[in-house]
């Protein structure tokens, strides 16, 4: 009788349920608690001997009703993300009741699927018929860490799943299920379903080599939209004309990835050269970490990418074999590099004091960063660069470990540069001058005589604010230690020797200014006569206005007697 029971009895007694007798455990009464009240986003649905520690697991066994979890999932509205994991035999473990109630729900955004063994019966395609009902989907995470699936099968499954236009993902993830070349052309056909929606492709973790890579990059041209490819840990030894078909593509592709990640993608000196032509203009960020193939030859071909005008990287991650040779091909890169932000190096000991870049490598990223020979070079110099470690702050605090002086002063300011550039990069060139050259030579400025003098004293108004900038957030020590009365002394110092500089045209100037002073004294005599005259036309005015008034009044007089006279 129980089986029979339709939506409209659970609709019934929903409400007053005692949820003891349908669950097997405090922890699921507790989940169909929060389902019921709308008071979870998220839950994960698994075997009872699938080990987990998230805290809305739904861990299954004898006593626990998994129609009723259905319909819970079901109508729920606050729920966004469905895990299944670990079942052996897909959804029909899971009960019809379970499954019709995924496929009801209509507020679900994300489903991961992780390690759903097919077996004879082919459990995925199973559940893929229920997902295949969330319309409103927008992220789906598919990967089988247990391998004990057929990858082909699943693939074939997910593309034509995908090409029938029923899902709208922004995110696809397919890692970690050991994909190779044949699986990439079993779903791939299907991204031209998602192609305008799609913004993350995931396929990390799996064995997709040249050909494989060669069949994708031909259906991304349908993703439009597309922000982040990952395609770590797959095998890219072999792979350089797969590598130049993703490069035509970012060259051709109306879009700039923000994300490329090919970390631990075993790539060599060949695949690199072949993908920096197009991966530098077109992706703001690049992975290439662990590829322990590449050498010095590949990091050159990529930094001759770094210096064109019109490379966009602002992220490029690079592994631990760099060494000082290879540091220094990349510094001298950076000198006219205006994108590049994030410079990351990784570390090899735990606390990252065992890098293989010695002090001579990172002296040369830091003459690049603040090229102290003149004050028009450190102007020139590298204001961009942000970050060669993933901690400044603790970069700083290394170079403390130093016990030679000159080198740790100049670790340090290799960590201040980088954070000037990081938080203060409208006061970066200033700070930088100011710090290493306390007198500025004003020579240079006197081919243009006294009109660059306003120019300098405005340039000193700018620099005052880097008296009392902060390192950085964390370090509240300003990057330059002077007082108002040390950098009023800049100031001086520098009109001195402008003014010293040029004392004919100082002193042409001030005969100047003194005609010019002569000349508007007599115009001033010559306006304070004008004035006095225009008084005296006034008064005068007014005299003769007051002598025709009486003049008028003798008149009438005059008048007014004769008509006395002619009436008598």
């Known amino acids: 009788m129980k089986n029979r029971r339709d939506y409209s009895y659970y609709e019934a007694h929903a409400a007053d349920v005692n949820l003891d007798d349908i669950t097997s455990s405090e922890h699921n009464k507790q989940i169909l608690q929060w389902l019921r009240d709308g008071k979870i986003k998220s839950i994960e649905v698994g075997r009872d001997d699938w080990h987990s520690n998230y805290s809305n697991y739904f861990c299954f066994s004898k006593g626990d009703d998994l129609r009723w979890l259905g319909y819970f999932i079901g109508r729920s509205e606050s729920l966004q993300e469905l895990t299944i ?58 990967s089988d860490y247990t391998h004990n699936n057929d990858p082909l099968i699943d693939c074939v499954t997910i593309g034509t799943l995908l090409e029938s236009g029923v899902w709208k993902l922004k995110e696809l993830s397919l890692s970690g299920s050991e994909i190779d070349d044949a699986g990439v052309a079993a779903f791939a056909h299907g991204l031209t379903g998602i192609g305008e929606s799609l913004e993350v492709l995931d396929l990390s973790g799996n064995s997709i080599g ?103 990287l602002k992220r490029l991650h690079l592994n631990t074999s760099i060494g000082d040779d290879d540091a220094e091909i990349f ?25 293989s870049i010695t002090l001579a490598g990172w002296f040369a990223f830091s003459n690049v960063l603040c090229d102290t020979s003149t004050v028009n070079n450190t102007y020139l110099s590298n204001h961009t660069l942000q970050e060669l470690w993933e901690y400044n702050y603790d970069f700083y605090c290394y170079w403390g470990y130093f016990e030679d002086v000159e080198e740790c002063e100049r670790g340090r300011n290799l960590a201040l540069y980088l954070q000037l550039n990081k938080y203060h990069p409208q006061h970066a060139a200033r700070c930088k001058i100011l710090m290493h050259h306390c007198h500025l030579d004003m020579a240079p400025l006197l081919q243009w005589e006294l009109k660059c003098l306003p120019l300098a004293i405005g340039w000193f108004e700018r620099a005052q604010p880097c008296t009392s900038l902060p390192i950085s957030d964390r370090y509240e020590t300003s990057i330059l230690e002077e007082s108002d009365e040390e950098f009023e002394s800049r100031i001086l110092t520098a009109m ?57 009044e003798i008149a009438q007089s005059a008048m007014d007697a004769l008509a006395l006279e002619g009436e008598e």
């Open 331 to 355: 510094a001298r890169s950076l000198v006219g590099n205006k994108s590049l932000k994030h410079l990351r190096v990784d570390y090899d000991g735990d606390y990252g004091w065992e890098h």
């Open 210 to 312: 040249s050909e494989g890579l060669s069949t994708l990059v031909a259906t991304l041209a349908n993703c439009t939209n597309i922000k982040r490819l990952d395609l770590n840990g797959n095998d890219f030894s072999m792979a350089a004309a797969g590598l130049r078909s993703l490069s035509d593509w970012l060259q051709t592709a109306a879009l700039t990835l923000d994300e490329l990640c090919l970390r631990k993608c075993e790539i060599n000196d060949e695949g690199l050269q072949v993908l920096a032509e197009g991966a530098m203009d077109n992706c703001k960020g690049i992975d290439l970490s662990e590829n322990s193939n590449i050498t010095a030859l590949g990091l050159r071909n990529l930094s001759t990418s770094l210096q064109s005008e019109r490379c966009r």
């Open 496 to 552: 001195y020797q402008f003014v010293r500089g040029a004392p004919k045209k100082v002193l042409e100037r001030r005969d100047e200014l003194i005609l010019v002073a002569a000349y508007d004294d007599k115009i001033a005599m010559v306006e304070e006569q004008n004035k006095r005259l225009l008084e005296d036309v006034e008064q005068r005015d007014r005299k003769i206005a007051q002598l025709e008034e009486k003049l008028r």
């Open 85 to 142: 994991a670990g079942f052996s035999g897909g959804l029909q473990r899971m009960g019809h009741a379970l499954s019709d109630g995924i496929a009801r729900n209509q507020s679900i955004q994300q489903v991961s699927v992780r390690s759903v063994r097919s077996g004879r019966k082919n459990g995925f395609a199973k559940i893929a018929g229920v997902l295949g009902n969330l319309t409103q989907l927008e992220k789906f995470y598919y």
